[in-house]
């Protein structure tokens, strides 16, 4: 069964635990990178934080198999 995850700042990502989702809090750009490196192979749906996807938007295409999508600012 596939599973969503969230990466980003804590404050924004925090209340998707309440719904299952896999929460990653990352606060700065090592972070974000290191937390979608790890990611386990069975997240199929990324929710990403604005600043999150700036940090990962040169590698997003090399795992073609998930999907993401990016919260409002």
Known sequence: MSRIA?????ER???FAFAG????PAEDAQAVQAAWRALPADIALVILTPTAHSVL??????????LYAVMAP
């Open 57 to 66: 938007r040169g590698e997003l295409a090399a795992r073609e198999q998930t």
């Open 21 to 24: 989702v896999h929460v990653v």
């Open 13 to 15: 990502v925090h209340g």
């Open 6 to 10: 969230a990466i980003g700042e804590r």
